[in-house]
């Protein structure tokens, strides 16, 4: 199994320009989630879902969308990025809701010019 | 907003030596967990206490709860070089659907 997989694992963007974050699991978990990880800081929720077709948004979730069409498949998309979007983003994954243990995806360094 | 804060921010011991790692947090939780992140990857569940629970132990790990004080700490016995990393605890929000993490404490192991 590959657990929780993340594409791609690096990306440049020039401001203004748009792109999707793919986040895949198979581990068959209802729970899905995206962070961001600025340095010095913690990760920060930007959406969630808890199952397929219901997301909701975290605590940062301006200028981030995403959709859950399938149990598997949790994309980010960037409408419009900014230099302020420059981080490392996680995707993580649980079995029901947040109260459990979370495996993480190993990661998206994007950098916005 | 960030809901727990870790202390120290940074820890350097010797191979052998104890860490403890403390976090506090601000609202009622469901329960908290510590989470570690080596360099440049992904975080990696260690541990979770629920909020009825004081002290729990996996292996070289010790973690106590006191919902009082809203207050956590990590205790890493017996350190190895492998145990070099960032440590972070996080909480679920009372009958919230989203995990906070504090920002972490980078954890240093000289051999």
């Known amino acids: 199994n590959a657990g929780v997989t993340q594409t791609p694992k690096f990306q440049v963007l020039k401001t203004g320009q748009s792109m999707t974050l793919q986040c895949a699991q198979d581990?068959?978990?209802?729970?899905m989630s995206w962070y961001r990880q600025d340095p010095g800081m913690g990760l920060r929720l930007i959406h969630y879902s808890v199952g397929a077709g219901i997301t909701d948004q975290g605590e940062v979730p301006n200028g981030y969308n995403v959709s859950r069409s399938t149990t598997e498949d949790f994309p980010l998309r960037l409408l419009s990025a900014a230099p302020s979007q420059t981080s490392v983003y996680f995707c993580a994954t649980t079995r029901e809701t947040g109260a459990n243990e979370q495996f993480f995806g190993p990661g998206t360094r994007l950098t916005v010019l | 907003s960030q809901q727990g804060e870790e202390d120290p921010q940074a820890l350097s011991i010797q191979e052998g030596e104890n860490a403890t790692m403390n976090c506090s947090y601000k609202?009622?939780?469901?329960?908290l967990q510590w989470y570690r992140q080596n360099s440049g990857r992904g975080l990696v569940h260690l541990i979770l206490?629920?909020?009825?629970?004081r002290e729990k132990h996996s292996g070289r790990l010790r973690v106590t709860l006191d919902t009082s004080k809203k207050s956590s700490s990590l205790l890493i016995t017996a350190s190895r070089a492998a145990d070099t990393a960032s440590y972070f605890c996080?909480?679920?929000?009372?009958?919230?659907?989203?995990?906070?993490f504090g920002a972490g404490t980078r954890l240093t192991v000289k051999p």
């Open positions: 996080a909480q679920l929000v009372y009958n919230n659907n989203d995990m906070r």
């Open positions: 609202t009622s939780i469901n329960n």
């Open positions: 206490i629920r909020s009825n629970e």
């Open positions: 581990m068959n978990h209802e729970y």
